[in-house]
């Protein structure tokens, strides 16, 4: 069966994903909160990892709001920054590693969920700026 959506006037081509929209305003808002802590944490003497994360999330949520494939690559960085600085803290106690991969592994798996939308769009846009 073809894919109608792949035809550049199907009107679904246009419409709004609204679950790549609603995870770019939750990226958006969590990684200002993050960021906001994390340079809270830098003043004090402490790590840098939640001011650059937090700053990592923020970028990616504005580049999901803008339907950018971008968003998924900052993401994957903050993601294996995340794994790399979860070995640095604790090492291999993986019980230790869970509660400081659980929740960005599950951010990743929604960001890649946003992939064919993603790339909907970014063909859309193509095509737009080839037509003109």
């Known amino acids: 069966m073809p894919d109608t959506t792949a035809l550049p006037n199907h009107p679904d081509r246009h419409r709004t994903v609204w679950g790549v929209k609603i995870l770019g305003w ?17 003043l004090l003497g402490g790590s840098w990892y939640y001011g650059l994360a937090g700053l990592g999330l923020f970028v990616t949520g504005v580049l999901l709001n803008r339907y950018m494939m971008g968003a998924v690559w900052v993401y994957l960085a903050v993601w294996i920054g995340t ?43 193509f095509t737009s700026a080839g037509s003109t």
């Not at 906001?36 to 830098?42: A, K, M, Q, Y």
């Not at 659980?102 to 890649?112: C, D, M, N, Q, R």
């Open 83 to 125: 794994v790399i600085w979860a070995w640095w803290e604790v090492g291999t106690d993986w019980w230790a590693q869970v509660p400081r991969l659980v929740a960005p592994t599950l951010i990743l798996i929604f960001v890649l969920l946003c992939i064919p939308a993603l790339s909907r769009h970014a063909s859309k846009t």
């Open 26 to 42: 939750i990226s958006i808002l969590l990684g200002a909160l993050i960021f906001c802590l994390g340079t809270w944490l830098i």
